[in-house]
């Protein structure tokens, strides 16, 4: 996910215009800043490959490349999003109500440049949680509402349910408190036994929900509370592809540096990579585009796809030191 890029862009036009002038030359370059990670549950294990060419031929370089490992005694979800606000994703794991230890099933870890043109999984753990639910519940983080601070949001897939909280640091840590009376939550009603993404879908700095099921794709507004209340589920848009009900993974990420997540799709069964641009038509309502991206060599049966955006190596980091960086950091 990007979901941050419009925010941070937002005060100063003329910067907006180099990161993206930036942005266009790293993709120019075949080097995308977005890049394509998958966590093997069954192996514990993280991998990521880089997206390569530019719109609308984008691929995966085939290169995959060990990020870490997390695994625990149980079945571990994960998901990627931007915890601390600096505009790159950290790895966030969610592990059910009791697993590892009772009051702690949640843990997130830095992605940092492996010095080899790769990315590895930090070794400090910088989450922890004390929420309950189902090693089954898939977990999604993002910034509900745009207002800067990231957001947990959990599916349970048996009956639907969704519940959202803030995420907050606590000594050093990110985590999710229920008993904190203060966090706004989400209880809302998705639709049950789909698979579901979050993202930035219409680059406006706030994240929407994201159904897949049976080749229908639907966006749903997140929002936030408003005085009282509790986040909630908008009215959805849904858009049908021809890519029917095979077991698919769907996934949101920026491909193409334009601050819009696309929508990725993965098929479980042979690693097939899809990716479309969706539009926002206004009204609530959105369009699926042509298909941008396609790979078919990244696979993994009991794998999640996901999407995410990493701290550069220090090379491009100096290139993008012309301020392009900063612009990348969001407002706070
Ligand atoms: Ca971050
Ligand atoms: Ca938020
Ligand atoms: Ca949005
Ligand atoms: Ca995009």
Same mark, same amino acid.
């Given at each position: ?135 089954? +519940? *898939?977990?999604?983080? =993002? %910034?509900?509402? $745009?207002? /800067?601070?990231?957001? &947990?949001? #959990?599916?349970?897939?048996? !009956? @639907? ?86 077991? +698919? *993974?769907?996934?949101? =990420? %920026?491909?193409? $540096?334009? /601050?819009?997540?696309? &929508?990725? #799709?993965?098929?479980?069964? !042979? @690693? ?61």
């Amino acid at each position: 996910m990007f979901a941050n890029l419009k925010s941070s862009v937002i005060p100063c036009a003329a910067a907006a215009g180099l990161a993206a002038v930036l942005l266009m030359t790293t993709a120019a370059q075949g080097e995308l800043l977005s890049h394509a990670v998958l966590y093997d549950q069954a192996a514990g294990a993280l991998s990521g490959q880089s997206f390569t060419g530019a719109s609308p031929s984008i691929g995966l370089d085939g290169v995959t490349d060990a990020m870490g490992t997390f695994s625990g005694p149980g079945t571990i979800q994960s998901a990627l999003g931007d915890l601390d606000g600096d505009g790159f994703d950290e790895v966030v794991y969610y592990h059910g109500a009791t697993s590892p230890s009772p009051g702690n099933n949640v843990s997130a870890f830095a992605i940092i440049p492996d010095g080899s043109g790769g990315f590895v999984q930090d070794g400090t753990n910088i989450g922890k949680g004390n929420w309950g639910g189902s090693p089954d +519940f *898939r977990p999604h983080v =993002g %910034d509900v509402g $745009g207002n /800067g601070d990231a957001d &947990f949001i #959990i599916y349970n897939p048996t !009956d @639907g349910t969704l519940l959202a909280r803030n995420f907050i640091l606590d000594a050093g840590q990110w985590g999710v408190f229920p008993t904190a009376g203060s966090m706004p939550t989400l209880s809302g009603a998705a639709t049950a036994g789909v698979e579901t993404a979050v993202g930035d879908v219409n680059g406006d700095g706030a994240v929407e929900w994201v159904e897949y099921s049976g080749g229908n794709v639907t966006v749903y507004p997140l929002i936030p509370p408003v005085a009282g209340t509790e986040f909630s589920l908008g009215t959805g848009s849904t858009m049908a592809t021809n890519w029917g009900g095979s077991p +698919f *993974r769907p996934s949101l =990420g %920026d491909l193409d $540096g334009d /601050g819009r997540d696309e &929508f990725i #799709i993965t098929a479980v069964a !042979d @690693g097939t990579w899809l990716g479309r641009k969706i539009t926002d038509l206004g009204g609530g309502s959105y369009d699926l585009g042509d298909t941008i991206f396609t790979n078919s060599s990244f696979a993994g049966g009991s794998a999640i796809p996901m999407v995410g955006t990493f701290v550069p190596e220090p090379a491009s980091m100096a290139f993008l030191a012309l301020g392009g960086l900063a612009m990348l950091r969001r407002r706070r």
